[in-house]
């Protein structure tokens, strides 16, 4: 579609200089399609969640476009409060022998109190906070022409319109080379841009949170450090006067007119064109945070703007243009993005809008995680609150796991270090608390944590907060990783340490169960559902629920496994063998046919549970297949049926892992309804996943989720093409995508049937192609490329 409003310039310049750059470097995997890479709109965001979000991983921006007074809500994954020393709770190994007894007697309400009483913090409130926002106050009016959209390709956001007739543009990139937030202003008028630019932060239980001010250079400057004075410990008030430090800086350089500086903001006077520089850094970076601004500004300011852009741009498309995908030849971006979404919900199908989220999950992923930074949060880096919901921090009972599962499949697998970094943290901090709180060695992850990773439990009831699984669900994605890289290195000196430390954890916390001799969790919770006793009292914990054993067996599987590639020996693994094959199966039927959630055949508090803790061996975890273990998949099938039959996946995350069960179950046109669903119910005009409110896993899960649909390669050596094709997929491209074995595949198909896949090994590797009941062997050397085409 043309776009209106472009003017000639510094960004037709940009534009030539992409090209030249571009043609003289090999290093952008150029993989891009006909198709949807554009979020556009006719009017301007008026909430939060209409917003446009760019970031370079750890700086990052949601653009209103609002021609009166346009708000740019600012962003850094470094925005906390201080670690104010607060640690693990009373609990030790004799109040965790009392909790074991009472589940022996059969007295569950008793447990799940002193589980809680002994070991958790109860209710916490540190969030991470926003860096607060940035003001062009422009009052233009009589607007025409108006156009605001997000480039994917680019990371380029665009507003354009026409106030009293003369064309006026913004664009904004954030820059992951040069650290820096860049902002285009130009117009056509002949009066120019006059209005002023001042920063903000939201107050902090009544109080300033930053002090502004501008410097005889012209800089306009935002200094502050992060509090939470309504911060919440143990469930009892513990104001938090303390935090990270920061500096935001902001340097306008005017082609023309003049900036005019006041006490805490800088003006534009006839300006007709002028570039905005914004840095940021903070003291958990940077000792001499501000110091390091003065570095940034220079480096970013003194380039010339075209090479700054196409820098971005390069290094933004090494990592996007890897993979691309195009269903239907369904293209309608000639229609707003937001009024798509709303024949969606009417009950229209757009496959171009299903692909256009599949890479906006990319895009947001790229946006928010990079090497160096904090991994992607709950809101993955944007968030406008000082107490936001769920302290947009790390849930470790699926979401923090869910942000993440796309990393690998959609050809993002470096994007995996910044949470590698954090969980090396988490593993470290879980040593004390394992041995402290439970008597135990090796390393304990809770439920969730934050920016400081601390490892003590904290939630005010046991059934979501009281959780064992988090340590070994995260184990996973170390060894995931290192399936899909085969980086024997990364194996060796990341991911067998840490698995090791979780293995020794769980090794030590099992026990004997007396009904049965089997070794199990307890206590064991299934996040983050309830049943009843036989006297009716809705409880939690339980000795050994299906995710806790699935999980522990992973675990278990995966460091003995690692042992072997390694060839470890070692007191520890001769103790998992033998633990491993008196532990109890993580799977078990009921009289109706459904897997138990728990150790018993209870009844659910909640039968349509958002969370499908008792799948977690299905998906994410890869110990059911179709073909090894047939009953145990259709018990999967019924597990679902029922959920969904009692009201399940009420959140855009639910459903976004409902669209990763459809695709394990070989079902595409159960995965196909579960995206219509997500887009009717659960997505906000700008395509963030709402739970609601706002959360990024939704987005994340379902790009794992379309993968998956198209390619799996979770069954030991063997790579599925098509393996979940909805029927209105009828045809369609998918470039770039990987697989477990070190593989990257391209697929094409047309009337719902594959006409070839294209499969590149960056190792030397064997595996089967498995097409429908087609089965062909595949041996390749690095570099190679196979291409299947069905009979």
Not at 375 to 384: S, V
Not at 473 to 481: N, T
Not at 564 to 584: P, T, V
């Amino acid at each position: 579609m043309k776009k209106k409003g472009f003017l000639p310039g510094f960004w037709s310049l940009c534009v030539i200089v992409l090209i030249a750059f571009s043609s003289c470097s090999n290093e952008v995997e150029d993989n891009r399609l006909p198709g949807e890479h554009v979020l556009w709109y006719e009017q301007p965001a008026q909430k939060w969640e209409e917003a446009l979000p760019l970031g370079n991983g750890r700086l990052g921006v949601m653009v209103f476009g609002k021609p009166s007074e346009e708000r740019i809500q600012l962003n850094d994954d470094s925005m906390w409060p201080a670690d104010k020393g607060w640690d693990e709770p009373a609990g030790n190994e004799n109040d965790l022998e009392q909790i074991r007894e009472l589940l022996k007697a059969g007295k569950h309400v008793e447990a799940d109190a002193l589980f809680v009483e002994k070991f958790s913090r109860k209710r916490v409130v540190r969030s991470h906070q926003t860096l607060g926002d940035l003001h062009l106050g422009f009052q233009h009016e009589n607007i025409t022409d108006y156009r605001r959209d997000l480039d994917l390709q680019t990371a380029t956001a665009t507003v354009s319109y026409r106030t009293n007739g003369k064309l006026v543009t913004e664009k904004i990139f954030v820059s992951h080379p040069h650290r820096a937030i860049v902002i285009e202003l130009a117009t056509e008028a002949a009066d120019g841009l006059n209005g002023k630019v001042s920063l903000s932060r939201p107050m902090d239980g009544g109080k300033p949170t930053v002090v502004t001010k501008t410097t005889a250079d012209n800089l306009l400057l935002m200094q502050g450090e992060v509090t939470q004075r309504d911060a919440v410990f143990d469930s009892k008030p513990d104001p938090i006067e303390h935090g990270v430090q920061f500096e935001t800086c902001l340097k306008i350089d005017p082609k023309d007119g003049t900036v005019v500086r006041g006490d805490d903001f800088l003006e534009l006077q006839g300006v007709k064109q002028a570039t905005l520089f914004l840095v940021s850094n903070s003291s958990f970076y940077f000792d001499d945070y501000a110091g390091q601004n003065e570095k940034d500004l220079k480096a970013v300011s003194e380039v010339p703007l075209a090479k700054v852009y196409a820098n971005h741009v390069q290094d933004f498309q090494k990592l996007y243009n890897r993979v691309s995908l195009a269903i239907n030849d369904q293209q309608l971006d000639s229609i707003p993005t937001d009024k798509r979404l709303q024949q969606v919900k009417e009950g229209q199908t757009d496959t171009g809008l299903e692909s256009l989220l599949f890479q906006y999950g990319r895009y947001l992923l790229i946006s928010s995680s990079r090497m160096g930074t904090n991994p992607a949060n709950l809101q993955g880096l944007w968030n406008q609150h000082i107490a936001a919901p769920w302290n947009a921090d790390y849930h470790l009972n699926i979401n923090l796991q869910m942000n993440y599962w796309l990393a690998d499949v959609a050809n993002l697998s470096e994007l995996n270090t910044p949470l590698f970094d954090y969980l090396d943290r988490v593993v470290e901090n879980g040593k004390v608390t394992a041995r402290k709180n439970f008597g135990c060695e090796g390393s304990f992850f809770p439920h969730a944590t934050d920016l400081w990773a601390p490892t003590w439990m904290r939630a005010p009831t046991a059934y979501w907060g009281c959780s064992v699984g988090a340590g070994g669900w995260m184990m996973q994605h170390y060894w995931q990783h290192f399936e899909f890289t085969r980086d024997t290195d990364f194996l060796k000196e990341r991911a067998f340490p840490a698995i090791e430390q979780v293995a020794q954890f769980y090794s030590d916390w099992i026990v004997e169960d007396p009904r049965d001799g089997s070794l199990v969790s307890s206590p064991s919770t299934s996040p983050e559902n309830r049943f009843y006793t036989a006297d009716g009292k809705p409880v939690a914990s339980c000795m050994g629920s299906a995710m806790d054993q699935q999980i522990i067996a992973e675990v278990f599987d995966n460091y003995i496994h690692g042992a072997e590639i390694l060839n470890q020996d070692s007191k520890l693994l001769k103790r998992i063998k033998q633990q491993r094959a008196q532990l109890r199966p993580g799977f078990v039927l009921g009289s109706d046919g459904r897997i138990l959630e728990w150790d018993r055949e209870y009844k659910e508090v909640e039968p349509g549970h958002r969370h499908m803790s008792h799948l977690y061996g299905f998906h994410p975890g890869t110990s059911v297949t179709k073909t090894g273990s047939p009953e145990i998949f259709e018990a999967v099938r019924k597990t679902l049926d029922y959920r969904l039959a009692n009201g399940g996946a009420g959140t855009g995350w639910s459903r976004a892992w409902l669209i990763n069960c459809s695709a394990r179950l070989l079902d595409g046109d159960m995965a196909q309804e579960h995206i219509q669903l997500l887009l009717q119910k659960s997505m906000y005009d700008n395509l963030f996943d709402g739970h609601p409110p706002f959360q990024i896993d939704g987005n994340f899960g379902y790009t794992a989720g379309v993968a998956e649909m198209l390619l799996q390669s979770h069954e030991s050596g063997l790579l599925r093409i098509l393996p979940a094709l909805p029927s209105n997929w009828e045809k369609g491209q998918i470039t770039g995508l990987k697989a477990r074995g070190g593989f990257v595949v391209d697929i094409y198909w047309a009337d719902n049937r594959l006409e070839k896949a294209v499969v590149k090994a960056t190792i030397d590797q064997t595996a089967e192609i498995s097409y429908q009941n087609q089965v062909v062997p595949l041996a390749l050397k690095a570099g190679e490329s196979f291409v299947f085409q069905p009979k």
